[in-house]
Antibody
Framework: QVQLVESGGGVVQPGRSLRLSCAAS????????MHWVRQAPGKGLEWVAF????????YYADSVKGRFTISRDNTKNTLYLQMNSLVTEDTAMYYC?????????????????WGQGTLVTVSS | DIQMTQSPSSLSASVGDRVTITCQAS??????LNWYQQKPGKAPTLLIY???NLEAGVPSRFSGSASGTHFTFTITSLQPEDFATYYC?????????FGPGTTLDIK
């Protein structure tokens, strides 16, 4: 069965960096587009970043553009989110999510599978 | 950016009730509209994609419809496990925005 397991969250000071990982199993990881979605405490869902199945296309929310970098290693079945210059507003649960289906060259952001999330707290 | 609004923001209902949540897009999203359910402390789960298609395993008491940029999510005969927060989400274009959510609790 599809499994997505995030890790790497923790408490970090403003201005510092953190790298999140999402280990995928139960499906052919290299075939699927992937996303990061976050949720601040007590708030709604915010889409953060997208990466295509082969890593050639990436998109970001304006709130993280220039600070966060999404990447993947298809040999390790792992998705990453490098977060730099963190600010308190980045405090959130971060989820990785897989698109429901595979259509090469098309972004179909129907998020059919989600990890359990990893909590990032930015605080001095 | 495409803005998604939802109403109501919260709703109290009883087991067996029929409830309706609406979602409005700020522009045409060509029916690229999904609905998710989230229970406290858990990740969201996909319920409905492309306006009205039920994800596998989702009970038929859940349904969705559309009229232009106005989208409706309905639960007929509420069950105890349905009390949760529901989000709409568009994927017509980046950024893929979610609605603010509707929290459904027990009356």
């Amino acid at each position: 069965q599809v499994q997505l397991v995030e890790s790497g969250g923790g408490v970090v000071q403003p201005g510092r960096s953190l790298r999140l990982s999402c280990a995928a199993s139960g499906f052919t990881f290299r075939s699927y587009n992937m996303h990061w979605v976050r949720q601040a405490p007590g708030k709604g869902l915010e889409w953060v970043a997208f990466i295509s199945y082969d890593g050639s296309d990436k998109y970001y929310a304006d709130s993280v553009k220039g600070r966060f970098t999404i990447s993947r290693d298809n040999t390790k079945n792992t998705l990453y989110l490098q977060m730099n210059s963190l600010v308190t507003e980045d405090t959130a649960m971060y989820y990785c999510a897989r698109e429901r289906t595979v259509v090469r060259g098309v972004i179909i952001t129907i998020l059919g599978y989600w990890g359990q999330g990893t909590l990032v707290t930015v605080s001095s | 950016d495409i803005q998604m609004t939802q109403s109501p923001s919260s709703l109290s209902a009883s087991v067996g009730d029929r409830v309706t949540i609406t979602c409005q897009a700020s522009q045409d999203i060509h029916n690229y509209l999904n609905w998710y359910q989230q229970k406290p402390g858990k990740a969201p789960t996909l319920l409905i994609y492309d306006v009205s298609n039920l994800e596998a395993g989702v009970p038929s008491r859940f349904s969705g419809s559309a009229s232009g940029t106005h989208f409706t999510f309905t639960i007929t005969s509420l069950q105890p496990e349905d009390f949760a927060t529901y989000y709409c989400q568009q994927y017509e274009r980046v950024p893929f925005t979610f609605g603010p959510g509707t929290t459904l609790d027990i009356k």
